[in-house]
């Protein structure tokens, strides 16, 4: 793929992305002992906020769900208010470099 195309905007259904960059979940287990996420989550996903399109990690949507420790959870309002923390900041993170 020629640096052009991977540069150039793409339209996914209703989303415009910036560009063709899409980064593939990792699980990175950083969250508290209960599943919210962390500053460092958050940091993690501002730094490649760059990218087009961010697939994030996995993240369990019930307490039976876990598969790692560490992982983020999104079935408590703590944790959705983390989530919400990371979108934020990656949202600023990102309008700051353009």
Do not use: C
Request: hydrophobic share 45%; no cysteine.
């Amino acid at each position: 793929m020629s640096k052009e195309i991977l540069f150039s905007s793409l339209r996914l259904g209703a989303i415009q992305l910036p560009n063709r960059v899409v980064m593939a979940p990792l699980t990175r287990m950083r969250a508290d002992a209960a599943h919210v996420p962390t500053a460092l989550n958050a940091e993690y996903y501002a730094q490649r906020s760059s990218a087009g399109l961010i697939l994030s990690e996995g993240t369990a949507i019930s307490p039976q769900a876990h598969g790692y420790p560490n992982a983020p959870g999104i079935y408590t309002a703590e944790q959705i208010a983390g989530w919400r923390v990371i979108t934020v900041r990656s949202l600023i993170f990102e309008g700051k470099r353009n």
